[in-house]
């Protein structure tokens, strides 16, 4: 929220997640950005993608600088959470006026893997 106050909207999305990390450090979390995670398809690596930020090990947090968010980025970031067996997730979208997020639960989430 400190980071939408602060710069508003229109901005690429690059500068928010600059900004963000900033206010991260700010806050004494511990973060990774552009974090890479192996994607496995039963049991076998089928590739990596990179998670905006991974905070305190266990939050997923994706970006977006858009108009609007749309059922397409709520489902991709649940998927995230999916392949990456994460319990909790954050969608962020900076681009519109009124600053837009959604926190997303893992409904597939196994305690064991972890």
Same mark, same amino acid.
Request: aromatic fraction near 10%; hydrophobic fraction near 45%.
């Given at each position: 929220m400190e980071v939408h106050k602060t710069l508003g909207n229109g901005f690429q999305e690059v500068i928010y997640q600059r900004a963000l990390a900033y206010e991260f450090e700010l806050q004494g979390l511990i973060f990774s950005r $552009?974090? $890479?995670m192996l994607v496995s398809y039963k049991g076998k690596e089928v590739g990596t993608r990179r998670v905006d930020f991974l905070v305190e090990h266990c939050i997923s947090v994706e970006l977006k600088a858009i108009i609007e968010l749309q059922d397409v980025h709520l489902a991709? @970031? /649940?998927? !995230?959470? $999916? @392949? !990456?067996? +994460?319990? /909790?997730? +954050? +969608? /962020?979208n900076f681009g519109s006026t009124k600053l837009e997020f959604k926190r997303i639960q893992n409904k597939k989430f196994k305690l064991s893997e972890r």
């Open positions: $552009e974090h $890479e991709q @970031a /649940i998927n !995230y959470l $999916e @392949a !990456y067996n +994460l319990q /909790i997730g +954050l +969608l /962020i």
